[in-house]
């Protein structure tokens, strides 16, 4: 992945976050964060895993 924002072009850095939905965690996972903006960015790997755990979550 590269090492920028696809929004604002800031540079992003490594970081565990905790995810939420609708104020309800469901785990912590690495994410690529945006230093100007804040935005939180997963790979594709983690993103199919976050999926996966809130489908378990929800349904
Ligand atoms: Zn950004």
Not at 11 to 34: H, M, N, T
């Amino acid at each position: 992945m590269e090492n920028k924002c696809a929004l604002c072009n800031g540079k992003l850095r490594d970081k565990i976050v905790d995810y939420k939905i609708y104020e309800k965690s469901i785990g912590k996972f690495r994410a690529f964060v945006c230093n100007s903006y804040g935005e939180e960015w997963f790979d594709e790997e983690i993103s199919r895993k976050i999926e996966r755990k809130s489908n378990f979550q929800f349904f």
